[in-house]
């Protein structure tokens, strides 16, 4: 592919008799029509601040982590093209990762809208690590649809005009005589072409430069329509491949023997000859990480994982515990600066505290690595593929152009897979052992040692008077959070790894994230954080699920306080004309208010991210015959009876997939407030299965779930993937507040209470499988 | 090394493999039946769920030398045959309802959820919302709804 110069996307210019804005693109010199844009978000970065005296605007509200993503992205000249095939299809090498979210399906939609091709003859690859991409190859801070929206609609717009034009010259007839529909071109004089027959037709022998209009809002028939995913058959039939499930030659499988304690070290293996000689056993290397096993089954990688005798020194979290962390963050805390006032100023305060959480998914970290003397080849769910190429070919010893990365379908993300620690883990043990390796993390690895969203404290203080908020001021206090996958580009991520470098990062995050949609006078929210001793990194949003969950909780005193119901408080001092109307909606539709019966209750709270607008209405039942609900091995306790969700992306390319992408926050949004959490004890996470971490599980879904997603207001996409989960985990806390008459201060709910399960030995690190499954045959 | 005999979706098997090696491995590592997921080994997750002899039961969790010959285990692979149609009227409200989201969990989902109707059914019912909540499999993407819904759609047209 030629790259042609860079040029600024945008054209502005307006011909005459033309009031639609044209897009420039190109078409690339390739044996069959190929037509590309430049990769970035085309829209102006920063949107129009409310003028909202006496509270001024905080940084997200004029511009936050999306912008500064696509901004980032601007200045690279990179591209992203549409591929016509002859058999009639098209296919878009997307560089971003499909871990479940949907943007494999919406992506499709964008080029099955503007090619005006059926959407199953679309079909979507993941992208390789493309290091030409720099910023650009980051799946993060749910900005792939804000970044993608427009190129690849002027892409497909672009190929779409090529082929009328191919079309014109072979019937003889004028590109206004024809019309491209469902992948075939008619004309006025009856003449008919398959896009298929015309991909060769239509190719450019030459890359150029060439401008093109997108259909505008009103002539959509495949953007804001609902869609099913476009790889649900290959799910439902067990075809759709994850990373382990990839036959790479010679690649068998591996697993690693990890320590007692979190990053713990080998000091030494005591029985390296025996477990080489168990059965089905080929490999055995020490590594960073651990001792790697390399054998013909995963059974017998586990069989001889727990076989080594391995002498382990102290890891990063030495002798740590949840007490002594939570005593750690206190030290941090920075004091708020509005002092209690007089008589006539009231004053109400939180602090609460969020548990260590972890962002494990259910297919756990797993990659595959073929590395040789010159050259490595990986495959793995990643979602900053370029800074993974780059760290692992310094690594490695290699040149970056050696080390191939393919990124695989991932079997889900939540922030895990920004990072890439089996795709080095994989490489690592590849080149010492010699051989190709697939290798997969245990379960119970994937809880104690992989990367977990950190503990942290909100300390909130808000002052009223005379029915006003005068200030609002929030102190939050976390472990510290793993930037180091940077922007995705190894350069961001050497600035993140400097001195202070990760503070700096951390800050900024904060910042451009996190914002108050309230009007509540002088509003500060600060950060700050501590001890990097611990694996961590995103879960499904970095901060905005305890932030928001601490200021709706508040915010509910506030109105109480101010003898007002907690619906028409928000609305009163919501600030925004889009989450203003999301409240409303659930209110309405969750019919806000009613009567119900004691110990039940409803809560309410919104949250404005990424351009987006999210409200959640809960329903909350805590009466003892709910909580005390028997569940083998499973924790019952209050039961979310009904949500309903209203969501503003701005412009929903796939409602039915912005649906799911709500119901899943509400998902983790339930499990963050009420069950799910890491204990911490003498340096490691006592959580090994997942009946020990409890997500989410089906005795503790809502029976009723409503999600409404709200017609077009910005017309242009907006961030969904993490948008879901504050607002239902603060409702979630506002109505079991409201349920109990006490409001909760510790995240989740049941931390505290007696562990509601038997934790599994450190020691071997791993369990054995049971041999019992078909006395359990139902 | 040992050999093992059993029906595999439909077709008989011999496979060389050490007596107590879980069947999960033996389908994944050695036959390349990949449907069946590993997301815990421990008979927690559901992932691995297929059929024995038509009841869903959690390969992980069963050494390859309790199958015998004529046990006849279904993956997700194998579903589709077990119906008069190109795919099990199970798959069909999957794909109605688009429940799937990563889709690392649904091929366990999709056999655990066929099973729960042929429970109701033995037991002369309907499945019902205390079916649904028993179901163990986890979603981490968090689908749970959506799995509710297609299977009382699946189970009107088992």
């Known amino acids: 592919m030629g790259t042609p110069p860079p040029t600024p996307p945008p054209d502005e210019s307006q011909p005459a008799g033309s009031g639609r804005r044209r897009f420039l693109g190109y078409l690339l010199a390739a044996p069959t029509l190929v037509a590309a844009a430049e990769l970035g978000d085309w829209g102006p970065a920063a949107g129009t601040a409310q003028a909202a005296i006496p509270t001024p605007p905080q940084p997200p509200e004029l511009y936050d982590l999306n912008d500064m993503l696509t901004d980032a992205a601007l200045p690279t000249a990179n591209l992203i093209s549409v591929r016509l095939h002859s058999d009639g299809t098209a296919s878009l090498d997307l560089p971003r990762a499909e871990v479940g979210q949907g943007i494999t399906t919406s992506s499709a939609m964008l080029v099955a809208e503007e090619l005006d091709l059926p959407l199953d003859k679309v079909r979507i690859t993941l992208a390789d690590a493309r290091p030409e991409l720099l910023f650009n190859q980051l799946t993060g801070a749910s900005n792939t649809t804000i970044s993608t929206y427009t190129p690849i609609r002027v892409a497909a717009a672009l190929a779409k005009g090529r082929l009328l034009e191919a079309a014109a010259a072979e019937f003889g007839e004028a590109v206004s005589r024809l019309t491209g529909r469902a992948g075939v071109i008619t004309s006025e004089g009856g003449r008919r072409a398959t896009y298929g027959s015309l991909a060769k037709k239509a190719a450019s022998v030459a890359t150029k430069q060439v401008s093109v209009e997108l259909k505008e809002r009103s002539d959509f028939t495949v953007i804001g329509t609902p869609r099913s995913r476009i790889d649900a058959v290959d799910i439902v039939t067990g075809r759709k491949k994850f990373a382990t499930d990839l036959r790479v030659e010679g690649a068998l499988p591996t697993m690693v023997c990890r320590p007692p304690t979190i990053n713990g070290t080998v000091e030494s293996v005591r029985n390296r000859a025996e477990v080489e000689a168990m059965p089905g056993i080929t490999d055995v290397a020490v590594v960073g990480t651990g001792v790697a096993v390399r054998g013909r089954t995963f059974g017998q990688c586990i069989d001889a994982v727990r076989a080594l005798r391995v002498t382990w020194g102290p890891g990063s979290a030495e002798g740590k515990s949840d007490a002594s962390v939570l005593s750690e963050l206190r030290k941090a805390e920075i004091p708020p600066a509005v002092p209690k006032l007089g008589p006539l100023t009231k004053t109400v305060e939180g602090d609460f505290t969020f548990h260590f959480a972890s962002n494990s998914a259910l297919e756990p970290n797993s990659a595959v690595a073929d590395v040789r003397s010159d050259r490595a080849e990986i495959w793995s769910g990643l979602k900053s593929p370029i800074v993974a190429q780059q760290t692992i070919a310094k690594k490695l010893g290699l040149p970056q152009d050696a080390v191939t990365v393919h990124v695989t379908e991932g079997g889900g993300s939540f922030g895990r897979k920004l990072f890439f620690d089996a795709a080095i883990e994989a490489a690592e043990i590849s080149q010492k052992m010699g051989k190709p390796v697939k290798l997969m993390w245990h379960r119970t690895d994937d809880f104690r040692q992989g990367r977990t969203h950190p503990m942290c404290t909100s300390r909130v203080r808000a002052t009223y008077a005379a029915g006003n908020v005068l200030s609002y ?42 914002q108050s949609p309230y009007r509540f006078g002088a509003t500060t929210q600060l950060l700050s954080e501590v001890d990097q001793g611990f694996n961590t990194g995103s879960m499904r949003n970095i901060y905005s699920p305890n932030v928001r969950v601490a200021q709706e909780l508040v915010v509910d005193r506030l109105a109480a306080g101010m ?24 209110a309405e539709a969750g019919d806000w208010g009613r009567t119900m019966p004691s110990r039940t209750a409803q809560g309410i709270a919104v949250h404005p991210e990424y351009h987006g607008v999210v409200a959640a209405l809960v329903e909350m039942d805590c009466r003892p015959e709910t909580t005390d609900r028997e569940v083998r091995d499973g924790v019952t306790g209050p039961r979310v009876t009904k949500v309903v969700c209203a969501v503003d992306v701005g412009l929903a390319v796939n409602p039915r997939g912005l649906e799911a992408q709500m119901m899943g926050g509400i998902m983790d949004g339930i499990a963050l407030a009420l069950t799910s959490s890491l204990h911490l004890k003498d340096g490691y996470f006592l959580e090994g299965s997942w009946d020990n971490y409890f997500y989410t599980r089906q005795w503790n879904t809502p029976p009723e779930l409503k999600i409404i997603v709200m017609p077009p207001t910005t017309g242009k996409p907006g961030g969904a993937g993490e948008l879901g989960v504050p607002a239902a985990m603060a409702a979630v806390a506002c109505a079991y507040a409201r349920a109990t008459g006490t409001m909760p201060t510790t995240f989740p709910i049941n931390h505290d209470d007696e562990l509601a399960f038997e934790p599994e030995p450190v020691q071997p690190p791993i369990p054995q499988s049971p041999t019992d499954g078909l006395e359990h045959a139902h | 090394m040992p050999t093992h005999t059993f029906t595999l979706n439909g077709e008989q098997v011999t496979v060389e493999a050490e007596d107590d090696v879980r069947l999960l491995w033996v389908l994944r590592d050695i036959l390349g039946v990949t449907g069946p997921k590993y997301g815990c080994g421990l008979e927690v997750c559901r992932a691995c769920t297929s059929h024995i002899n038509g009841k869903a039961f959690n390969p992980c969790a069963v050494r390859v030398q309790d199958v015998d010959p004529g046990d006849e285990i279904t993956t997700i692979e194998g579903l589709a045959d077990t119906s008069d149609q190109e795919l099990h009227p199970m798959q069909r409200a999957w794909l109605e309802r688009d429940v799937a989201q990563c889709g690392y969990c649904q091929p366990g989902q999709i056999m655990t959820a066929v099973a729960v109707v042929r429970k109701a059914r033995e037991e002369g019912r309907e499945v019902g919302e205390a079916d649904l909540d028993a179901i163990r499999n986890i979603c981490r993407c968090g689908t749970y709804h959506r799995i509710r819904e297609a299977i009382v759609e699946g189970a009107r047209n088992m």
């Open chain 1, 473 to 514: 001021e929030q102190r939050h206090t976390s472990i510290s959070t793993d930037f180091t996958h940077g922007l995705g580009e190894i350069i961001t991520r050497m600035a993140s790894k400097l001195p202070a470098g990760n503070l700096g990062f951390a800050e900024t995050i904060f910042t451009l994230t996190q």
């Open chain 1, 563 to 586: 003898k007002k119901d907690p619906y028409r408080f928000r609305r009163e001092f919501l600030k925004d004309e889009r989450a203003l109307a999301v409240l409303e909606k659930v």
